[in-house]
């Protein structure tokens, strides 16, 4: 019923529920009164989809009308079912009441799903406290405002509070995307506002406060044009496109400074003096034309390159050189047409009254000057600054050379959540899987960043970044878990979230390994994820040979330092029971395979009947 209330609020794309136990009419039949009426089982489960069913049969006309015709229909209730004629023995009827219990009421478990605090232990038994529970993922419409969507959400689930939701029945969120990127965009927001405040502020101290702010009318003017751009390509606003326009930032002043700078050296020289302002802004954004435009297309052909590239990473970074490379375009553009318009104007006033003629050096020139000059006139000295140079630039390489810096596409990001994914041999119980599973959250929970956590053994955590590309979200089955866990938020714990990842990961690696467990610790990925870090793949002709070269490179990579999380997709070997078809036999009392199987099928309580039925039912 929840679930079909946030189905009707705008901009809820799908629903899916996960957990729980769902009505059903489970009809079990009685072996033995099947053998003393003689009927068949597979005759019983045809009989009872036949008698569920409702089809269209076609029409007849009835003078001017035309009357439709439809066979069959749907079993209401658990009377209805049990009233289902399934045979006559010794001339009476045969019900199915008869012959089976019908039971209405929950379906059989196939799966659990377990809400768990972190730091909650039972006082008797020192066992983690867990609570059943269903998860009721939701995700948005194509191109709608997340935060918008989920603070409408959590409005339909407040008013269903006390109606369709008890007073006794706890709701959680337990992963809001929404509100993530509320704080990514709100701290890239800040950092935009802080580097613009921190450039207006240099140029301050640099050229004065009336330079900066012809410079700070450029930074709006090429950030606006920048999103307009986005917009037009069909970028939407988030946190890679709000990284490029930080990054853009400290490159799209370049040119506005280097006019500002020029302008204000050409009022300052004496030989202009008395020359019109107008002709001297001209003259002086023409005397740096061609090296502005040099320079700005020597960036473009720096990061436009990046626009190229394949794969997840190519759609994942594109905004970031398209981005730069329209910045740049534009603070061209600027530096060329608004920058010495706004120069002339907030500057003429002090050049006429004299403020801008000839001055003294400031300290600045000097300290240049002191320190260029030896290295111009003499040769030797000039050899040697560039000799270290070239030391201190082979010094940075070697560091990566030799591992002191690490380097990588993208840095880890500081989230809230990661994922335990565990796999147990195949054949085993969902029981003995959820006990494995339980020990292990159980583990997690004793963590102090540990906030909550949420159980799935049997199904899968609701889709997430990772799951897109690993398919986490085909899990299914009795030997398979995961942990969704909840950390606290980062501004109240000293630990990034890798580290603790590290950290829990050397921590629950024995139990699980005790428990014949195999784990995985998930986190979530600061760039498009991928199937895994490394991935060999064993071709060949023979079965036998390959399983025995992927079990050596499984070893090879399990004794590698730095590797963790290994495993491999080869099923586990079980105990298997096989039914021998007696072709010939079978053939004098008049059955055939099939009919076997699906008697075997009904008997191993494999294949369930599902009533479809109205409303009523």
């Given at each position: 019923a929840v679930e079909d209330e946030v189905k009707q609020v705008a901009d809820v794309s799908e629903t899916t529920l996960i957990g729980g136990q769902r009505r059903q009419v489970r009809v079990e039949l009685d072996a033995g009164k099947l053998t003393s009426y003689q009927i068949d089982p597979a005759h019983v489960l045809?009989?009872?989809?036949?008698?569920n069913r409702q089809s269209r049969a076609g029409s007849f006309p009835a003078g001017d009308e035309s009357v439709l015709v439809e066979t069959g229909g749907f079993l209401g209730n658990v009377a209805e079912v049990g009233a289902v004629v399934v045979g006559v023995h010794a001339g009476q009827l045969v019900y199915l009441r008869d012959i089976a219990e019908i039971l209405d009421g929950p379906e059989e478990t196939d799966a659990y799903v377990l809400f768990g605090r972190g730091g909650q232990v039972a006082s008797d038994a020192g066992n983690l406290i867990e609570e059943p529970a269903v998860t009721l993922a939701i995700a948005k419409r194509k191109g709608t405002n997340a935060v918008d969507v989920v603070a409408d959400v959590m409005r339909k689930v407040e008013m269903l509070r006390g109606k369709l939701i008890p007073d006794g029945v706890e709701v959680t969120v337990t992963r809001d995307y929404g509100r993530t990127a509320r704080e990514k965009s709100d701290e890239l927001l800040f950092h935009m506002a802080l580097a613009v405040v921190g450039v207006s502020l240099l140029i301050v101290v640099v050229l004065g406060w009336r330079e900066a702010g012809v410079v700070a009318v450029a930074i709006p003017v090429t950030l606006a044009l920048t999103l307009a751009t986005f917009f037009l390509l069909g970028f939407t606003l988030n946190r890679v496109t709000l990284f490029a326009l930080i990054f853009s930032i400290g490159i799209l002043v370049d040119d506005p400074i280097v006019d500002v700078e020029n302008v204000v050296r050409h009022f300052r020289l004496p030989e202009n003096r008395g020359r019109p302002l107008k002709e001297l802004t001209v003259?002086?954004?023409?005397?740096?034309?061609?090296?502005?435009?040099?320079?700005?297309?020597?960036?473009?052909?720096a990061v436009l390159p990046m626009a190229f590239v394949q794969g997840l990473m190519g759609p994942y970074m594109r905004p970031i050189p398209v981005g730069a490379t329209a910045a740049m375009l534009f603070s061209m553009t600027v530096a060329f047409v608004v920058t010495?318009?706004?120069?002339?104007?907030?500057?003429?006033?002090?050049?006429?009254?004299?403020?801008?003629?000839?001055?003294?050096?400031?300290?600045?020139?000097r300290a240049y000057r002191r320190v260029m000059s030896p290295m111009i006139r003499r040769p030797l000295i000039g050899i040697g600054f560039l000799a270290v140079i070239t030391l201190l630039l082979a010094g940075a390489i070697a560091l990566v050379m030799v591992g002191a810096v690490k380097v990588k596409m993208l840095p880890y990001d500081n989230k809230s959540e990661l994922q335990v994914i565990i796999d147990m041999d195949e054949g085993t119980t969902l029981e003995c899987t959820t006990n494995v599973t339980r020990s292990l959250a159980n583990q997690l929970s004793r963590e102090p960043e540990v906030l909550n956590y949420q159980v799935y053994a049997g199904t899968s955590a609701p889709y997430n970044f990772n799951g897109l590309v690993r398919h986490y979200f085909l899990r299914r089955g009795t030997n398979m878990a995961d942990i969704q866990v909840n950390l606290i938020p980062k501004e109240e714990r000293d630990l990034q979230s890798h580290d603790i990842a590290k950290r829990i990961r050397e921590k629950i690696r024995a139990l699980a390994e005790s428990c014949g467990a195999k784990i995985k610790v998930a986190e979530v990925p600061p760039g498009p994820p991928v199937l895994a870090t490394v991935v060999a793949e064993i071709y060949g002709p023979d079965y036998a040979e390959q399983i025995?070269?992927?079990?050596?490179?499984?070893?090879m990579f399990r004794d590698t330092p730095g590797v963790v999380d290994v495993d491999w997709y080869v099923e586990a070997d079980q105990p298997r029971l096989v039914f021998r078809f007696d072709q010939e036999k079978a053939a004098l009392s008049g059955i055939n395979a099939g009919q076997v199987e699906e008697v075997v099928r009904i008997t191993e309580a494999v294949s369930y009947t599902h009533l479809r039925a109205h409303e009523t039912l």
């Open positions: 045809r009989t009872l989809r036949s008698a003259t002086a954004v023409n005397e740096v034309r061609s090296p502005l435009i040099l320079a700005t297309l020597t960036v473009i052909a010495p318009w706004a120069a002339y104007h907030m500057l003429r006033w002090h050049a006429r009254h004299g403020e801008h003629t000839a001055e003294k050096e400031d300290w600045t020139t025995g070269i992927a079990r050596a490179v499984k070893t």
